[in-house]
Structure formats: C-alpha cells, structure tokens
C-alpha cells in the first residue's frame, strides 16, 4: 500500500494491466480509500465525541451558575427585605421619640411658666440667665 500511495500507482497499474488484473488492483485500491475514510470517520467521530462532552460539561456548568445566581439572589433579596424591616423599626422608633421629646418639651415649658410667671419669653430670660450666672 505504500509503495502506491509514493507515486508507484501508475506503474502498478500498468503492470496489472498486462496481467488482466485491473479489476482486483482497483478493489484493493478501493479497499484503500475506504481504509483511509474509515480513518477520517474514527477521527471525526473522536472529535465529535470530544465536543460532546465539552458541550455537556459547559451545559452542566451553566446549571451549576445558574443555580448559584438563584441562591445570591435569594439572600440579596433577604438582605433587602431585612434593610426595609429595620428602616420601619427606625422610622417607628424615631416618632416614638419625637413624641416623648414633645412632651418633654412641653413640660419643661410648664414647669419654666409657672416658676417665672407665665410669660414664655420672660422664662426663657430667667432660666438663660440663671445658665450665665447673671
């Protein structure tokens, strides 16, 4: 078979022709071909195999992502969830103390009148002054 792969076809040719052996010699050449294309087919199988598997691994690694992006998803949703829960919390807590200080406020604004008589503006003046120790 090498020798006529290297060129020696004709002159193998010419040599069966004599001999009436064309037919047989163009069987085994055929039988060559058919060798060399059963040797590209295995090789392409291979490949396609290869690619194959390549294929199924990167399906598998995208299943794999996709289920990690599910689950960050998730737990930045929960942390979402859980920064509304405190800012009401926050938001309660905070008019809770607006609320008492109000009142505080106001007693302090009471308890100012009635030991400086019940003008504003002359408590005020006691109590800044008695702070400056005027």
């Known amino acids: 078979m090498d020798l006529l792969r290297q060129g020696g076809v004709a002159c193998f040719l010419a040599l069966a022709d004599r001999r009436n052996l064309v037919d047989p010699v163009e069987d085994v050449l055929a039988g060559g071909d058919v060798l060399d294309e059963g040797d590209d087919l ?12 390549k294929l199924a691994a990167c399906r598998e690694t995208r299943g794999n992502l996709l289920v990690q992006v599910g689950e960050q998803n998730q737990a930045l ?18 008019e809770s103390a607006r609320q008492q200080a109000e009142e505080d406020y106001q007693a302090a604004n009471r308890l100012q009148q009635e030991r400086f008589g019940g003008d504003a503006c002359a408590a005020a003046e006691a109590v800044i002054d008695k702070e400056l120790g005027l």
């Open 42 to 53: 295995k090789e392409a199988r291979d490949e396609r195999q290869d690619a194959g598997e």
């Open 77 to 94: 949703a929960g942390m979402r969830q859980a920064a509304l829960d405190r800012q009401a919390i926050a938001k309660k807590e905070q």
